[in-house]
Each structure stands twice: as structure tokens, then as C-alpha cells.
């Protein structure tokens, strides 16, 4: 006849190696369960990256046509944007009135620029430059005609 008491500490410890089989079960689901949300993050992640590579490309700006030359288009200014999508003249003008004391008229960007400001038709065209700027969201026109960045 067997003995009750041993075959309830077998039936025991047999509960007991049960218990302890399922927690490894159990942490081999949950680590696949996570890595799987990990692999979709990833995917996630990757096809954003993508987009906004697409985006950043679609509002680069682009070459244009004027009078058979090709000229640079001015994109307007959107969070995100960077100067460096700017053409260097465009940016040099922008660093110039970034580094002046306040706000500053067109002759004095010639000035910091290194153009000959008595010559008017070297200046005019530097103020349309301002204005499309300014119309672009770069800079700021204020009431007496100068210009300054934007806050």
C-alpha cells in the first residue's frame, strides 16, 4: 500500500515544478511578445523617417526658370526648415542682418555684404532680395523700411 503522506508531498512538489515550468513559459512570451513591438516600432519608425525625407525634399527649394537662366526659388519659412536650404546669397544676407544691432536698412547689409553701395542698381537688387524675404517668412519689415529677423 503506499504511503498517503509521501504521495502528497510528490503530488506537492509535482505542483511545485509545475509552477516553476510555466515562469519561464510565461517570460519567453512576454520577451517575444515584446520584441515583435519592438520589429512594428521599428517598421514605424523607419517608413516616418522615409516620409519626412520625402517632405524635407519636396520643400527644398527648386530650381526655376527666368529668362532662360536658371534662378533659385525662395521657400517660404515653416517650422522645420532650415536656411540651409536657402542659396548662399540668401543666407549671407540673412547672417548679415542676424549679426547686425537691431534692425538695418538695405545699405548697410550692402555694407556687412562688402557691395559697393554707391552704385544704385547693386543696391536695389539687394533690397528685392530683402522684400522676398520678408514676403518668404525669413525676415521682418518693419514701418520705417528697415528690415530685421523674425522673433
Known sequence: M???ELLERITARRAELDELEEQ???QLAEVRAERDELAVAERVLERMSA???DERASVAPAPGQVGGR???LIPHRT???EETTLSPD???ILAA???AAGPVMARQVDDALGID?????KLEPLRGKLVRLVDRGWLRKLPDGRFTTRL
Do not use: E, I
Open 2 to 4: 503506499l504511503d498517503p
Open 79 to 81: 517650422s522645420g526648415l
Open 90 to 92: 540668401y543666407q549671407r
Open 70 to 72: 536658371a534662378v533659385m
Open 117 to 121: 553701395v554707391g552704385v544704385r542698381a
Open 51 to 53: 516620409q519626412l525625407a
Open 24 to 26: 519561464p513559459a510565461k
Open 97 to 99: 542682418v542676424r549679426q
